[in-house]
């Protein structure tokens, strides 16, 4: 997974750079950001758990 969401692209990117003429390319965030927000989400959601005492 990161290499498709990560690698890819800074790859990318270091042969635009390498070879000027090629166009930069552009990063794909839907698949990261629907990974990312339910984690970050389920992460908050355990926090408050354990704020309010109520995980075991």
């Given at each position: 997974?990161?290499?498709?969401?990560?690698?890819?692209?800074?790859?990318?990117?270091?042969?635009?750079?390498?070879?000027?003429?090629?166009?930069?390319?552009?990063i794909?965030?839907?698949t990261l950001m629907s990974l990312l927000v339910p984690m970050l989400g389920l992460g908050a959601y355990r926090t408050y758990e354990k704020v309010k005492?109520?995980?075991r």
């Open positions: 997974m990161f290499v498709q969401t990560v690698g890819y692209p800074l790859m990318g990117w270091a042969l635009s750079i390498w070879s000027p003429g090629t166009p930069m390319p552009q794909n965030t839907d005492g109520v995980a």
